[in-house]
């Protein structure tokens, strides 16, 4: 029977009521994501407006089992089930879209009529209301700027950068310390004052350029938003949970931060591996996670195995590392990397810089680049400008050729990078641009492609 919200603890209960075909909406949740708990409780409201829809929660991390099934890597996450099988997905508090997609899949509570859930109305709750309009607000705003801000320009980036290391610790927030403009600013201001650290304030909504411009910046697009020493900790469910587990504190110790406690413990400088003396850790244990620590240049604490991880997150981390080429974050030389930071540093090439600098991977030759460019696609082409926007007639007609004949194909723009530009044509033994590849061997310039093109050759040549 549907209509009600219910846990769920095997993934054979959560088999049974797909394969049963009535339309299935899953919340995958952790007690430690805020956002996970404000979208709960819209979550619970669309089970009473749905009541032909089955509304199952489950805790991402305790049942490693369904979120591996699922393939959740962050929370929240959304699975739609309808006749059996997965009908869409959503990951992240977007409100709108969670009602949207709900009404997608479980049709509308009263037939001919646009879905219209009480939760997003009066039945919602006041509380429940102002969390959702404020979650949507800020989801809608981040999704048109990506659409349609420009990058940021150079003045703007040194503004932020000034006002992020104008003070040891900045929060950037809406409203003031004193006065809030919104629930989750006001909880970290709480925080704040909890850690006894003095800390500097910005109001986002006085100024509508750094509100948007931060976004971007940081690549995070809901605040409050707190820095350290100029580095992004996160936001407000992040600086919560940092904060009940201590590491909030330990973060402020690290980088010597007044804290104004009765007594001041810096790290030595000699500490390792991310395990500060002045923790109330026993000898025997702080010994042992050092040494755990430091067994490995890399070292993953994490649930499961990497053959067999207990959790998304966990498999998430494993498969980054496995695509740097490594066999094992990550506490290493005295550093921490979370999962955020570490899908965001893997995303950037960050992670794999720092390796290289750490000594952990060999440092990446122009050949090994080179290899790597020409092998992202099984049809490459090194050209000037791109394929919208040729920078030479040759470039505009290699690619006029390829289109006519339907190949898809990577491209590289080298007018962007010098090293690619002069290295390729040593690499190559090919003094010109374009330069076709196809499947990691050469196939020539203009010349040669043209000459394919009108023997009627060319796609075959590329389809081999």
């Known amino acids: 029977m549907g209509g009600s919200m219910r846990d769920v603890k095997s993934k054979k209960e959560v088999d049974e009521v797909v394969r049963g075909g009535s339309p ?3 919340h995958f949740w952790a007690s430690w994501c805020e956002a996970s708990k404000h979208m709960d409780q819209l979550f619970s409201h669309l089970s009473t407006d749905f009541p032909l829809a089955h509304f199952l ?4 991390e ?12 962050a929370v929240p996450y959304f699975v739609f089930c309808k006749d059996g099988k997965t009908f869409d997905t959503l990951e992240g508090a977007d409100p709108s879209s969670l009602a949207n997609k709900v009404a997608k899949v479980a049709g509308s509570p009263n037939p001919g009529e646009a879905a219209a859930p009480a939760s997003l109305g009066m039945a919602a709750g006041s509380a429940v209301l102002e969390t959702v309009k404020e979650l949507a607000k800020e989801n ?12 940021l320009s150079g003045p703007l980036k040194k503004r932020l950068q000034q006002l992020m290391d104008s003070h040891p610790v900045m929060l950037f927030m809406k409203g003031s310390p004193e006065e809030p403009k919104c629930g989750f600013s006001r909880k970290v201001v709480d925080v704040l004052k909890k850690e006894k650290v003095k800390f500097g304030s910005f109001d986002i909504l006085s100024d509508l350029e750094v509100r948007d411009g931060l976004k971007k910046f940081s690549n995070w697009p809901t605040y409050p938003q707190l820095y350290c020493k100029g580095e992004l900790l996160g936001g407000c469910d992040i600086v919560i949970a940092m904060h009940e587990s201590g590491e909030l504190q330990q973060v402020f110790k690290d980088h010597g931060i ?15 591996g991310g395990i500060s003396k002045s923790t109330d850790l026993s000898t025997t244990l702080s010994s042992r996670l050092e040494s755990l620590i430091n067994s490995s240049p890399v070292m993953l604490f994490m649930k499961g195995k990497p053959d067999e991880p207990k959790c998304g997150f966990s498999r998430k981390v494993v498969e980054i590392l496995q695509q740097e080429n490594l066999s094992s974050t990550i506490y290493q030389g005295g550093a921490y990397w979370g999962i955020r930071h570490c899908v965001g540093d893997a995303k950037s090439g ?6 290289h600098e750490k000594g952990i991977l060999p440092k990446e030759t122009i050949q090994d680049r080179l290899k790597k460019l020409i092998a992202s696609s099984p049809v ?3 050209m000037k400008g791109t394929p919208d926007a040729p920078r030479c007639g040759f470039s505009s007609k290699v690619v006029n050729a390829l289109r006519e004949e339907g190949v898809n194909f990577g491209y590289f723009d080298i007018l962007t990078d010098d090293e690619v530009r002069q290295g390729l044509k040593a690499f190559s033994n090919w003094p010109t641009y374009p ?30």
């Open 24 to 26: 299935v909406v899953l």
């Open 435 to 464: 330069q076709l590849y196809y499947k990691s061997e050469m196939i020539g310039g203009c010349d040669i492609v043209m000459e394919l093109r009108n023997n009627g050759e060319l796609k075959s040549t590329l389809s081999e």
């Open 380 to 382: 490459m082409l090194f």
């Open 258 to 272: 007044d804290t104004n406690d009765e007594a001041k413990v810096t790290e030595p400088e000699n500490a390792k």
């Open 350 to 355: 960050e992670l794999k810089k720092i390796l």
């Open 140 to 151: 809608d705003s981040s999704k048109v700027k990506s659409q349609v801000q420009p990058g």
């Open 62 to 73: 305790e049942q490693p089992e369904i979120s591996e099934a699922y393939s959740v890597s």
């Open 57 to 60: 929660r489950v805790e991402a």
